[in-house]
């Protein structure tokens, strides 16, 4: 592909429609150019990528024989090349549909999440790259101060960089979850429950690269928290909440996203509502400054991506079908619309291949 890189992107779909797309990406023009389509999953929407083995993780929905839906995952081999995916195996996940999918930092652990079920899973990545039998399920149980937290919502996991811990958002409870974590066993050990804000929603959560802060995006509230991070032995501790829109607006408010970029010098969080990115500066203590909010040039904005090197930042706009490129200046952090998109039904995810 002439040194252009790939990405692929998740999207709600039909068993019948395309749900996965393989693209070409000019890490030097940031053009997104469309190359495979696969079809013959339900609502594919989060992705995961082992960059080594060259193997794609994706959730995805089926129905029990008593008819309530269920999490699946799929594993797909990438040919780096030409993009084409090939479907590997298929494994039920969870007793509930799921929204998001992260391996662990050693790749022999899938994690996913059930926003419908309150429940996270955990299934081992067997050598051939193929999904084994769910090994671990945490329950969640309680409510919170709002409707929509009449129940467990865990939203994602994340694992710390030495892959000692996971981190779980449960946007239902206002609460972060951090377990042990056992990759030989793809078992979890509960270690500390935090709770936020009430009515906060906490949604994705990010390490930084090399410092020990940890930072959630809250959905609810349109707030992000910042944390110090005991990495020895998984503790956070809460230090900072910043607001992820402007002063004055009151309208929808609703977070999805959260990236730090490569050198952990900004971090970045999607509001779908007021339909942007919030830009901040991280300080030397890990604090966040506000340096700008930008339009996402679409509406709904899901999940949004960096390019390896930092330079494009590329957010999907679900309502309105596209996924929109966006040059990053790597000293102030700050966004410029490019003039390349790309046209996609209903994305939400983003991932590149990284290869060395």
């Not at 023009?29 to 929407?45: A, Y």
């Not at 769910?134 to 994602?156: D, F, I, K, N, T």
């Not at 900004?266 to 340096?291: K, P, Q, T």
Request: hydrophobic share 35%.
């Amino acid at each position: 592909m002439n040194k252009k890189q790939l990405a692929i992107i998740g999207t709600y779909a039909e068993v019948e429609e395309s749900g996965l797309y393989s693209c070409s990406f000019d890490p030097q023009t940031g053009e997104l150019q469309l190359l495979h389509e696969h079809s013959g999953l339900k609502n594919p929407t989060f992705l995961d990528i082992d960059h080594n083995a060259l193997h794609l993780y994706a959730i995805g929905e089926e129905t029990s024989a008593d008819g309530e839906r269920a999490g699946n995952a799929s594993a797909w081999s990438i040919d780096p090349d030409s993009g084409e995916l090939t479907m590997l195996n298929q494994e039920r996940t969870v007793a509930s549909s799921t929204c998001h999918i992260q391996l662990d930092r050693s790749r022999r652990c899938l994690a996913v999440s059930s926003y419908h079920g309150g429940m996270i899973g955990l299934s081992p990545i067997l050598e051939d790259g193929r999904i084994g039998p769910a090994a671990e399920v945490q329950q969640h149980e309680g409510s919170s101060v709002l409707p929509v937290q009449s129940q467990a919502r865990a939203h994602s996991v994340m694992f710390d960089r030495h892959n000692r811990h996971a981190v779980v958002s449960d946007l239902g409870l206002d609460r972060i979850f951090v377990y042990k974590f056992d990759p030989i066993g793809c078992k979890l050990t509960p270690n500390q429950e935090l709770t936020l804000a009430g009515g906060s929603g906490p949604r994705h959560f990010v390490f930084h690269p090399t410092q020990p802060y940890g930072y959630v995006i809250n959905e609810l509230n349109a707030t992000i928290t910042v944390f110090d991070y005991d990495e020895e032995n998984g503790r956070l501790t809460e230090k900072q909440t910043i607001s992820t829109l402007p002063n004055g607006y009151d309208e929808v408010k609703s977070c999805a996203d959260i990236h730090l970029s490569p050198d952990g010098r900004f971090l970045y969080g999607s509001n779908r509502g007021h339909d942007s990115i919030a830009v901040y500066r991280v300080e030397s203590d890990g604090r966040l400054l506000l340096v700008e909010h930008v339009s996402t040039s679409g509406k709904h904005p899901r999940n949004f991506a960096l390019s390896p090197d930092g330079r494009f930042l590329l957010a999907a706009n679900r309502d309105t079908n596209n996924i929109v490129v966006f040059a990053r200046d790597t000293e102030s952090g700050k966004l410029t619309p490019t003039e390349h998109s790309l046209s996609v039904s209903k994305p939400v995810c983003v991932r590149f291949l990284e290869q060395a």
